[in-house]
């Protein structure tokens, strides 16, 4: 579905609560309910991530290529229309998940006064208002939907605390993962044995560790898909024509 079909009974349905229409159109409900617009690789990424039977994802780049609001919006997008969806947020370092990726949750899921959100928006209500949760500061506390669903996030060097997670409808979303040591990398990765998903992102920094052996070693196990920075200047060609 593109950018631009999104039916207005599924509009009428988001403005009650209900986001099952946009279960297949993740770029429809980042314009409808977040109020931004997204490019072809963050849809890609999107995509992949609900579809895609390996269920492993990686995803390599360079800087400024929308990495932050990617994964941000697909955590939103996910719980908001998978029935008992939960996503763990997690990053190399605990200032990098919350001063960066979780700090973007948090802008997405309530700022009402966002001016862009607002020109782009279908509903004048945030998603806060529309799940009736709030968004703690604290990643670990994290976002809480009354009937179950949950946003929460950790960054941890302990093996026991990166595992033990289950569920269909489970994503876990590693950022800056090229910094999550490999007993870390592996214990996401037995959490999707259940049917979870994992979505690895980050930008190359050494050519070791876990992050990197996926691309170099593991890719039968693994989707690995790369965005040259160079490609932004495509992105902004397509922002200015919408």
């Known amino acids: 579905m593109s950018q631009t079909e999104t039916s207005e009974a599924t509009r009428a349905l ?13 770029a429809g409900f980042c314009r409808d309910i977040l109020g931004i617009r997204v490019w072809s690789r963050q849809i890609e990424m999107a995509n992949t991530v609900a579809n895609d039977p390996k269920k492993l994802i990686a995803y390599r780049s360079g800087q400024k290529t929308g990495k932050t609001t990617g994964n941000a919006s697909i955590a939103l997008w996910w719980i908001a229309t998978r029935r008992k969806g939960v996503v763990i947020v997690t990053s190399s370092s605990g200032s990098q998940l919350k001063n960066q990726l979780w700090k973007e949750i948090r802008r997405l899921f309530e700022d009402p006064k966002d001016v862009d959100r607002l020109a782009i928006a279908k509903t004048a209500r945030t998603l806060k208002e529309l799940l009736g949760a ?15 669903r949950a946003i929460f996030g950790f960054s941890t060097n302990k093996t026991d605390r990166a595992g033990g997670y289950s569920g269909a409808e489970l994503l876990i979303l590693a950022d ?20 979870g998903r994992l979505l690895a992102t980050g930008t190359p920094l050494e050519p070791i560790g876990w992050f990197f052996d996926i691309f170099q070693k593991r890719q039968e196990a693994w989707v690995c898909r790369r965005i040259d920075s160079r490609e932004t200047y495509d992105r902004t060609l397509a922002f200015a024509r919408q």
């Open 14 to 26: 988001a403005a009650e609560g209900d986001f099952s229409g946009y279960v297949d159109d993740y």
């Open 176 to 195: 800056e993962a090229s910094g999550i040591d490999a007993s870390i990398g592996e214990a996401l990765e037995g959490n999707c044995v259940g049917g």
């Open 134 to 148: 709030d968004c703690s500061l604290d990643p670990a506390t994290g976002i809480r939907v009354p009937d179950g």
